[in-house]
């Protein structure tokens, strides 16, 4: 019998690389979709257009206990991939109630349909770097403790919490990845790598003239999606159920990111990059840095792509598609 996954998010950068993996692997992949992405395939499923035939798409709303309860008894998946939420931090700070809302109630109802339908389904929760916030200490471990300072860091410390009362309380195999900033060619416009990349591309061929960002001091830890999302899958063949830090343990500043993505389109990035105080965050987490030692001990993880690579590879896919006038 094929394994069957049912992802959330699938729609997403990680549902897309996700989705092709758990394919390669011989899964029957399942995912939920809101009905409007069904209805506009074009636009919405633009990620998965080359593997659309091979997985099983589900109109569902996190936002509804029942249809989440309604695709979980339907599919009765092995393994869950709870990969969606408003994701966009910026945004959680001008619409802080529907980013709480969504993305804690999504959680708990997808939880609760597993528990109640799909009881032996192994979980993955899609936790995030941006619960350390401000940080107390670096790098950061499944130990550091919590500080978040968004919304949306809110609510995935409430997620990761759920999570982990699901494993201890009714001894569900839920596992929280928490995973740090990852990125591809795939990553959605509005996230600083890819604005950057993007607009660069679009300056290369003349049809900007600036690129406008705000903070250029943060510091990420990014790696590529490509390599994180073997991480998840990773967890969810483990013997026992546990929480796992997945990150490159090498952090850089935006200001570093615009440097290369410029330099090796030949551009000198002083004379096109504005800073806008409209972009800043009302509260901003200024440094992180992840220590996957645990991932690599336990789950034999470590990351592939290095960060030169990365900005490399995004820059090359985003030039093509501006080039071929495609996806951008
Ligand atoms: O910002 C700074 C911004 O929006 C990165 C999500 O996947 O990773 C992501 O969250 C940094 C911040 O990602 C602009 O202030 C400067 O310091 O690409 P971002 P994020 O907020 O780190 C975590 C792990 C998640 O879980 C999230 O879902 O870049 N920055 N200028 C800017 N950021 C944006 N977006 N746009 C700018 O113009």
């Known amino acids: 019998m094929r394994k069957k996954a049912l992802i959330t998010g699938i729609t997403g950068q990680d549902g897309a690389y ?37 997985i099983k798409l589900h109109a569902g709303s996190l936002e509804s206990y029942a249809s989440l309860f309604n695709i979980v008894q339907k599919v009765k998946p092995d393994e869950c991939y709870h990969l969606a939420a408003q994701s966009f931090v910026s945004y ?9 809302n969504t ?22 929760f899609a936790a995030s770097s941006e619960m350390f916030g401000h940080v107390r200490e670096i790098p950061q471990t499944e130990n550091t403790p919590f500080h978040p300072r968004s919304p949306y860091g809110i609510s995935k410390v409430a997620g990761f919490e759920l999570t982990r009362n699901y494993r201890e309380a009714y001894n569900l195999f839920a596992c929280n990845g928490i995973l740090f900033n990852h990125e591809s060619p795939m990553r959605g416009y509005e996230f600083v790598t890819r604005k950057i990349t993007l607009g660069v591309a679009r300056i290369k061929a003349g049809l900007d003239k600036e ?35 997945v990150a490159t343990g090498e952090t850089h500043t935006v200001r ?6 410029f330099d090796y389109a030949g551009l000198d990035w002083k004379k096109y990059v504005k800073q806008d105080k409209v972009l800043f ?44 006038q495609k996806q951008f």
């Open 18 to 54: 996700l989705s092709r993996l758990l394919i390669d692997k011989g899964y029957q992949v399942h995912g939920i979709v809101r009905r409007v992405a069904l209805e506009d395939p074009e636009h919405r499923l633009w990620r998965l257009k080359p593997i659309l035939n091979k």
């Open 92 to 100: 959680s700070f001008e619409d802080e109630f529907s980013t709480i």
């Open 103 to 124: 993305n804690i109630n999504g959680t708990h109802f997808i939880l609760s349909a597993l528990k109640e339908r799909a009881p032996k389904c192994k979980i993955y």
């Open 211 to 245: 690129l406008r960002l705000g903070n250029l001091e943060a510091k990420r830890d990014w790696g590529f999606a490509g390599d994180f999302i073997e991480a998840m899958w990773l967890m969810l063949q483990e013997k026992k159920p546990d929480d796992y830090v």
């Open 256 to 261: 570093r990111f615009v440097e290369l993505a």
């Open 281 to 324: 965050r009302p509260a901003e987490v200024n440094q992180l840095i992840g220590d996957y030692s645990k991932a690599k001990r336990i789950l034999g993880w470590k990351p592939k792509v290095k960060f030169e690579e990365l900005v490399k590879m995004m820059m090359d896919e985003d030039l093509r598609r501006v080039k071929c």
